[in-house]
């Protein structure tokens, strides 16, 4: 499929932002109140990272939040999100394509695309399901 819609047209905007000094039993809160996949990491309104909630459950282990959870599990939630979180995200810029957003999905095998404005700040997330929708929608 050829198009010419641009990633500003399918983001999800606006993005929820995390700090990188942030805890995870915050983070915890957040993925369970908000039922978001993605978070994304500022530190200094400087864009550092992102977090999935796979990273997220894998980092503070299966029993971290529940009442049989040892110390070592409890502790976990004490961290920090930029001890957890993906450095050096990829990124697009709005005016990209959805082309491109496809081939960054597929090539670095990631879930989401931040969109970035010319600062280099968060203005929005394409996952691929916003992908799958417009290409629902197109079909």
């Known amino acids: ?3 010419s819609v641009l990633a500003s047209a399918i983001m999800t905007s ?10 995870l039993a915050r983070l915890s809160q957040i993925f ?5 996949h993605h978070l994304l990491v500022v530190d200094e309104d400087r864009f550092v990272g992102v977090i999935s909630d796979r990273d ?16 070592v599990e409890a502790a976990a939630l004490n961290k920090r ?4 979180m993906s450095r050096h995200p990829i990124c697009v810029r709005e005016h990209q394509s959805v082309e491109d957003v496809m081939d960054l ?4 095998q990631i879930s ?28």
Request: aromatic share 6%; hydrophobic share 40%; with cysteine.
């Open 56 to 71: 997220f459950y894998k980092s503070i282990g299966p029993r971290a939040q529940s009442q049989i959870a040892n110390s």
């Open 32 to 36: 369970s109140e908000k039922q978001l």
């Open 14 to 23: 606006p993005v929820l932002t995390v700090d990188a000094d942030e805890r």
């Open 1 to 3: 499929m050829k198009t």
């Open 105 to 108: 999905l597929i090539a670095h």
């Open 81 to 84: 999100a930029h001890q957890v």
């Open 112 to 139: 989401c695309v931040p969109v970035v404005n010319s600062q280099n700040f968060p203005i929005g997330i394409i996952s691929w399901r916003d992908v799958i929708k417009l290409l629902r929608e197109n079909d």
